[in-house]
């Protein structure tokens, strides 16, 4: 069985990797923030839920409690998994969110002001939740996939670092950020036989999205209600089967990439 670190993962489409992909026969490592995260937008009642869960699927779940946006916890998270699993096969970077909270959930919601002159502490903590999470956890995964040569990396950007959005000025900056990391790594890392490929998901009916509906862009809330395939807002089944695909052996010569998972919302190159 493969062993895949999801972070983000006990809510919203992070939730849903790690049920899919525990369905297909992957041990899955979870973390977040806290053990209160998976309750902030009710898709959960605890932890012990999710766990219950994965685990009927017949595989291994761990997780650990770890706020990324601190390098030393990244580090600390990294070490517990490989001391639980022994090897690392994929990570899948999830944490993230175009919102401004800093409580022990990382619940808060939409800024009041989002534009391009949100204050500079709103700008700090979506940064941070974005894309030094991921940078935290690469950090701190990578030096162990290169000791195995192999390893599986997918980072969840956002449609957003595709194009100019108003009112979500920093979101958009920092999932752009991580796509180019991506980008950047994916060469770095192939000599080490690792893969690093970005998706970039177009509005999908998660318990944040459907939470914050009223803070909502335009073209997050187009199709909202929608029943045609392509037309609709994704649901996070939608989303789960291509992060398999990543992470499996079908990919192994797939690496760099970029892809949207929008229903073609956004058809321009990235």
Avoid at 18 to 41: F, H, M, P, Q, R
Avoid at 140 to 153: E, F, L, N, R, S
């Amino acid at each position: 069985m493969k062993n895949i670190l999801i972070t983000g993962g006990t809510r919203g489409l992070g939730l849903e990797y790690a049920k899919y992909l525990s369905s297909k026969g992957y041990n899955i490592g979870l973390t977040d923030i806290s053990a209160e995260a998976c309750t902030v937008y009710d898709e959960v009642q605890d932890i012990k839920e999710i766990m219950h869960e994965i685990e009927s699927n017949g595989v291994k779940c761990w997780h650990y409690f770890a706020d990324l946006t601190k390098r030393e916890e990244a580090d600390k998270l990294a070490k517990n998994f490989i001391d639980n699993f022994g090897t690392i096969d994929g990570v899948v970077t999830s944490a993230g969110g175009d919102i401004s909270g800093s409580d022990k959930a990382a619940s808060g919601g939409k800024a009041d002001n989002n534009s391009f002159f949100i204050s500079f502490q709103e700008h700090e903590n979506i940064f941070k939740r974005n894309y030094y999470t991921c940078l935290n956890t690469l950090r701190a995964i990578v030096p162990y996939m290169q000791q195995q040569k192999y390893g599986k990396i997918v980072t969840v950007s956002s449609v957003n670092a595709a194009f100019g959005v108003e009112k979500e000025t920093t979101y958009s900056v920092a999932k752009s950020s991580v796509l180019q990391l991506s980008r950047s790594l994916a060469k770095e890392l192939r000599k080490d036989g690792i893969n690093v490929n970005c998706i970039l998901p177009g509005p999908t009916k998660t318990g944040r999205f459907l939470a914050t509906v009223r803070g909502r862009n335009p073209h997050d809330l187009e199709g909202l209600n929608s029943a045609e395939r392509l037309l609709r807002v994704a649901e996070p089944s939608d989303v789960s089967p291509v992060v398999e695909f990543l992470l499996s052996d079908a990919s192994n010569f797939v690496s760099g990439e970029a892809i949207k998972i929008d229903g073609g919302l956004f058809p321009q190159p990235v």
